[in-house]
């Protein structure tokens, strides 16, 4: 609708230039963490857990396989094939996923405790479409949130709002078509699904996190988010919403969520990531002959990433900030500038996350140091969590033919044992 191409503004120019020039000073004091350290980083693995970690990475760094099996594996599991789950569960899932129920995830979740990382608990349904399956989803948010408040190391619950909410609603809202009686009334589900998950997480003093989605769709869910931030983030940082960085308006969006919030008297809740849609983001503008929300270039997206990272910590008292990354340069920046600004290293609005099995060099790393740090464990039955499954196994496969970064620490850590 009306958030994409807006124009750069005088106020943005100068805002941009004074975060670049920061930049350039903080790149110029030496690093503060050290995240090649295998040890820390690995040392809740046992030799056994860590050998079956590089045979898994070892798979995945094949891009044919990860692509052959991507289809094949989705199609096997719709059909519910005899010893599918079992293959599924035993491997990747047992690599990304806490477990099939809160329950089995429990384990997973306190031996991260033990490390000092919190769990940011995520039921993994997405792309639903019936009444049927939204309020199922809804309950068993429902379900995280109050499993959340019994367990101290479970301080937020993540959500998909395409979990709960028809993809073709949420497109024609962004489209700006008008609502026909079904489609009000669809709509009003939504937002009642919505808030009842928010109100849950108010009463028991949990945080949740909205994730963000394709941009055609990304307008309705802001507005979604922030309505519910007006409603429940007047005392305290409840409602979360995500901030794509790939996409070249999300700087000045968020600064804009900012100023907006200030204005009506609510509390921003910031989880950055850099974005998960962008090879479907940039052709299906090209099918449709619009230009591409997402940045040019690799560096584009990083400077505007960190950029954000800095206008969050700037305003730390007023913006609770998640640097939601595995990217070492934006995990190191953003602990430079709390170490340069004097702030406690575990102040509630500052705050990292990874994904579980990935980037265990940053998560512990940051958590033996100190810093506030989260694992986002998704949770479910393997039919329902098989497509974040296959982007994290085509996020690890390796372009180049190298080693991907996962398999080079986990083989650093094998030699370091000398097992390898």
């Given at each position: 609708?009306?958030?994409?191409?807006?124009?750069?503004?005088?106020?943005?120019?100068?805002?941009?230039?004074?975060?670049?020039?920061?930049?350039?000073?903080?790149?110029?004091?030496?690093?503060?963490?050290?995240?090649?350290?295998?040890?820390?980083?690995?040392?809740?693995?046992?030799?056994?857990?860590?050998?079956?970690?590089?045979?898994?990475?070892?798979?995945?760094?094949?891009?044919?396989?990860?692509?052959?099996?991507?289809?094949?594996?989705?199609?096997?599991?719709?059909?519910?094939?005899?010893?599918?789950?079992?293959?599924?569960?035993?491997?990747?899932?047992?690599?990304?996923?806490?477990?099939?129920?809160?329950?089995?995830?429990?384990?997973?979740?306190?031996?991260?405790?033990?490390?000092?990382?919190?769990?940011?608990?995520?039921?993994?349904?997405?792309?639903?479409?019936?009444?049927?399956?939204?309020?199922?989803?809804?309950?068993?948010?429902?379900?995280?949130?109050?499993?959340?408040?019994?367990?101290?190391?479970?301080?937020?619950?993540?959500?998909?709002?395409?979990?709960?909410?028809?993809?073709?609603?949420?497109?024609?809202?962004?489209?700006?078509?008008?609502?026909?009686?079904?489609?009000?009334?669809?709509?009003?589900?939504?937002?009642?699904?919505?808030?009842?998950?928010?109100?849950?997480?108010?009463?028991?003093?949990?945080?949740?996190?909205?994730?963000?989605?394709?941009?055609?769709?990304?307008?309705?869910?802001?507005?979604?988010?922030?309505?519910?931030?007006?409603?429940?983030?007047?005392?305290?940082?409840?409602?979360?919403?995500?901030?794509?960085?790939?996409?070249?308006?999300?700087?000045?969006?968020?600064?804009?969520?900012?100023?907006?919030?200030?204005?009506?008297?609510?509390?921003l809740g910031a989880k950055l990531v850099r974005g998960a849609y962008m090879d479907k983001e940039r052709?299906?503008?090209?099918?449709?002959?619009?230009?591409?929300?997402?940045?040019?270039?690799?560096?584009?997206?990083d400077d505007a990433y960190n950029m954000g990272i800095r206008f969050c910590v700037e305003n730390y008292?007023?913006?609770?900030?998640?640097?939601?990354?595995?990217?070492?340069?934006?995990?190191?920046?953003?602990?430079?500038?709390?170490?340069?600004?004097?702030?406690?290293?575990?102040?509630?609005?500052?705050?990292?996350?990874?994904l579980l099995g990935m980037s265990d060099h940053l998560t512990f790393n940051l958590a033996s140091a100190?810093?506030?740090?989260?694992?986002?464990?998704?949770?479910?039955?393997?039919?329902?969590?098989?497509?974040?499954?296959?982007?994290?196994?085509?996020?690890?496969?390796?372009?180049?033919?190298?080693?991907?970064?996962?398999?080079?620490?986990?083989?650093?850590?094998?030699?370091?044992?000398?097992?390898?």
């Amino acid at each position: 609708m009306k958030k994409e191409g807006k124009p750069v503004d005088t106020k943005f120019e100068k805002l941009h230039q004074a975060l670049l020039e920061a930049k350039e000073a903080t790149e110029k004091k030496g690093p503060v963490l050290d995240f090649s350290d295998t040890q820390t980083a690995f040392a809740s693995k046992t030799n056994e857990e860590l050998r079956k970690a590089a045979w898994l990475f070892r798979l995945m760094n094949k891009r044919w396989l990860v692509e052959m099996g991507s289809k094949i594996g989705l199609t096997a599991v719709k059909l519910r094939l005899p010893f599918v789950d079992a293959i599924v569960k035993n491997t990747i899932f047992e690599q990304f996923c806490g477990g099939t129920t809160l329950l089995e995830s429990v384990p997973t979740i306190e031996k991260l405790y033990a490390q000092n990382t919190v769990t940011v608990l995520d039921y993994g349904a997405e792309a639903k479409d019936t009444e049927e399956e939204f309020n199922k989803t809804m309950n068993e948010t429902i379900r995280s949130i109050e499993f959340a408040y019994n367990h101290e190391s479970v301080p937020v619950v993540s959500s998909k709002i395409t979990g709960m909410a028809r993809f073709g609603l949420l497109q024609q809202i962004q489209e700006g078509k008008p609502h026909t009686k079904e489609t009000r009334e669809e709509y009003d589900a939504v937002l009642k699904r919505l808030d009842s998950i928010c109100h849950v997480a108010s009463e028991n003093g949990v945080s949740l996190f909205f994730d963000a989605e394709e941009s055609w769709i990304q307008d309705t869910i802001d507005d979604l988010v922030v309505s519910m931030m007006r409603r429940y983030n007047k005392e305290r940082f409840v409602v979360y919403n995500t901030f794509q960085m790939y996409r070249h308006d999300r700087l000045q969006f968020l600064m804009d969520s900012f100023a907006q919030a200030e204005k009506e008297g609510y509390k921003l809740g910031a989880k950055l990531v850099r974005g998960a849609y962008m090879d479907k983001e940039r052709e299906r503008a090209a099918e449709k002959g619009y230009p591409s929300p997402i940045h040019p270039d690799k560096k584009s997206t990083d400077d505007a990433y960190n950029m954000g990272i800095r206008f969050c910590v700037e305003n730390y008292e007023k913006i609770a900030l998640c640097n939601a990354t595995h990217n070492t340069e934006s995990c190191l920046l953003m602990a430079q500038l709390i170490h340069e600004r004097g702030l406690p290293k575990n102040h509630p609005n500052l705050n990292f996350c990874q994904l579980l099995g990935m980037s265990d060099h940053l998560t512990f790393n940051l958590a033996s140091a100190g810093y506030n740090t989260a694992k986002y464990v998704v949770y479910g039955a393997v039919k329902e969590v098989v497509p974040y499954l296959i982007r994290r196994a085509e996020e690890n496969t390796a372009v180049t033919g190298d080693m991907s970064r996962e398999l080079q620490l986990i083989s650093d850590e094998l030699k370091r044992r000398k097992l390898d």
